[in-house]
């Protein structure tokens, strides 16, 4: 049963916050615009300069990279919809977290090189030189739209039903005041007001985060009757045991699972979407363009993938905890039950409400605002960016730095208006990260096909390229618009639901490029004033990157990777 916005307010569970908890909030909120505007201050080396503005003067250390690739990344989407999968599916949504490590991988070892050697400032810019205009013009498109809709608009909808339920006011008065303070700080500051706000929204998003763990299994420690203690990893376990649901600690499904998501369609499916969302989304990239040198822009992404194994226990598992309160008896979600059915959207701020005392509230408060402003400025960033090279600057070469600046502050102000816009239409969807991962399960899989044989493979040519671009991206939209409107076709029957559809599609977008690109092959590339283009911009072989040496041994990005690998291996051989 799906419920509006509206419904899962008054759903919700009513608590008033205490005196603190608001102290708090509004601290939060003065301090972070405060510390956004001074960073762009001291660092404003020349006025309107756009290398400045929208890549912080190539100034960004690996810590900030992996810190702003990890807040950006992370908003109430993910604190929302994570507890209520965690709720209603177990551990499984976590995968989109751990797998995220694997591509972070890539993302250092494979692409950041190429895109920092090529000293592109976009990622279309990147495509244009690899293939063609056409190239560029419709990852720009895309890269946009999807920062619109799936950066922005959801985070402000999962942020919206949390807010709306904790302060009492309605959704639209407190988005629109975040929306007016996260705007202030990126729309005057650039990329690097940022990611200095983002590298402190990191550290106050895990902080609430962990809260919200801690307290649930010390709720779960104990006994019903006297809750408190230690023993609530164990209690868990008894307590799934005891309702036959021990799959809930399961990451990797098997055939058939009624979750929907078994183990092959995890595999198969994820990387299709995390290299369009790690290594192609302009974003996310964008920080690694950054970058002060080739180094850190290798080192960045591994920070980010070893913090994203962080979220699976910060977010994810506390929806379980939830779940296994309420059969147990000690957590009371009957505000948020119709028909005898949780409505599971509301259990991340039942939480909050109920195990968590005045006073850390306003931490939990903090820590939501800061997912979704974190979110929102990262992706009002890169749509400036966009704007201002891949459209102002293509149509005027000769153009301002003033001008480019300008521009950009504008399209962010008109992205972010179009986005409050969009939040009504999004709350379609019954799991709200469900609906996010379906909607780019469409729109990743030419993206992504274009990227990797361009990338790793010389003979991928350009008209082939801008073919599968086009091609592809009706073919997902259509195929998306079919299996909204028709639920019950026969294109909604794949085993492994979005998931396998990313792959399917990817494969056939793969198929049509490497037989275009052998029908219609590039003419032999000419380097430009020493400026890679064309298929030089590709490795000779795809383990050529391997080769490239780090500065330091023990601060080898081939180390680091290896040492990442290893550990998520582990971790998935314990909750396989």
């Known amino acids: 049963m799906e419920h509006s916005t509206s419904e899962l307010s008054e759903l919700g569970t009513r608590v008033h916050l205490g005196t603190v908890d608001i102290i708090v909030a509004v601290i939060y909120l003065i301090g972070i615009v405060a510390i956004g505007l001074l960073a762009a201050w001291r660092h404003k080396k020349r006025e309107g300069a756009a290398d400045e503005y929208f890549l912080a003067g190539k100034s960004l250390g690996w810590a900030s990279i992996g810190l702003a690739l990890f807040a950006t990344n992370i908003s109430t989407l993910h604190l929302v919809s994570f507890a209520q999968n965690g709720f209603d599916t177990g551990l499984l949504n976590g995968n989109f977290e751990w797998m995220a490590g694997f591509t972070l991988v890539l993302l250092g070892l494979f692409f950041a090189p190429f895109y920092i050697r090529s000293g592109i400032s976009t990622l279309p810019d990147f495509l244009e030189r690899r293939y063609n205009r056409t190239c560029r013009d419709c990852l720009a498109f895309v890269s946009v739209l999807t920062a619109i809709v799936i950066h922005i608009a959801f985070a402000l909808l999962t942020g919206g039903i949390i807010l709306e339920e904790l302060l009492e006011i309605p959704m639209i008065y407190s988005l629109l005041v975040l929306c007016v303070l996260t705007g202030i700080y990126t729309i005057v500051g650039g990329l690097l007001a940022v990611v200095v706000t ?86 996310i990239v964008q920080r690694v363009l950054g970058a002060k040198d080739e180094q850190h822009a290798r080192q960045g992404p591994i920070f980010a993938g070893v913090l994203k194994i962080l979220p699976v226990f910060l977010f994810v598992l506390p929806g379980l905890l939830a779940y296994a309160l309420f059969v147990d008896g000690r957590l009371d979600l009957s505000m948020i039950t119709v028909d005898g059915e949780v409505q599971s959207k509301g259990v991340y701020a039942s939480m909050i409400t109920e195990l968590l005392p005045l006073g850390m509230r306003g931490i939990l408060v903090a820590a939501l605002m800061a997912a979704l402003m974190s979110t929102v400025s990262g992706a009002l960033n890169s749509i400036s960016t966009l704007v201002s090279y891949d459209l102002v600057k293509r149509f005027n070469p000769s153009v301002s730095d003033n001008t480019l600046v300008r521009a950009g502050r504008i399209a962010a102000a008109i992205a972010l208006f179009v986005a409050v816009g969009l939040v009504p239409a999004l709350n379609m969807f019954e799991s709200i990260y469900n609906g996010m991962a379906s909607i780019i399960s469409h729109v990743a899989p030419p993206i992504t096909a274009v990227l990797v044989l361009g990338v790793f493979w010389r003979g991928s040519s350009a008209r082939a390229a801008a073919s599968v671009l086009i091609g592809g991206s009706i073919l997902g939209i259509s195929v998306f618009t079919i299996n909204t409107f028709v639920p019950d076709g026969l294109l909604n029957q794949l085993p492994g639901g979005f998931m396998m559809m990313a792959f399917t599609l990817f494969v056939l977008c793969v198929i049509g490029q490497v037989i275009l690109s052998l029908m219609l092959p590039d003419p032999k590339p000419v380097a430009a004033d020493g400026v890679l283009n064309g298929s030089e911009l590709a490795w000779e072989t795809p383990l050529a990157a391997l080769r490239i040496p780090g500065k330091t041994r023990l601060g080898d990005p081939r180390l680091l990777s290896a040492l990442l690998i290893v550990v998520m291996v582990i971790l998935y051989w314990i909750f396989r």
């Open 198 to 283: 983002e590298s402190i929204q990191t550290i106050v998003l895990l902080t609430g985060a962990a809260l919200i763990t801690y307290f649930a299994l010390w709720e779960l420690g104990g006994t019903a009757d006297s809750p408190g203690g230690w023993d609530g990893w164990q209690n868990l376990l008894s307590i799934l045991q005891r309702e036959g649901e021990t799959e809930k600690l399961s990451m990797l499904r098997p055939h058939g699972d009624p979750d929907g998501m078994p183990w092959y369609a995890v595999l198969l499916g994820y990387p299709v979407l995390g290299i369009w969302y790690w290594c192609a989304d302009q974003t």
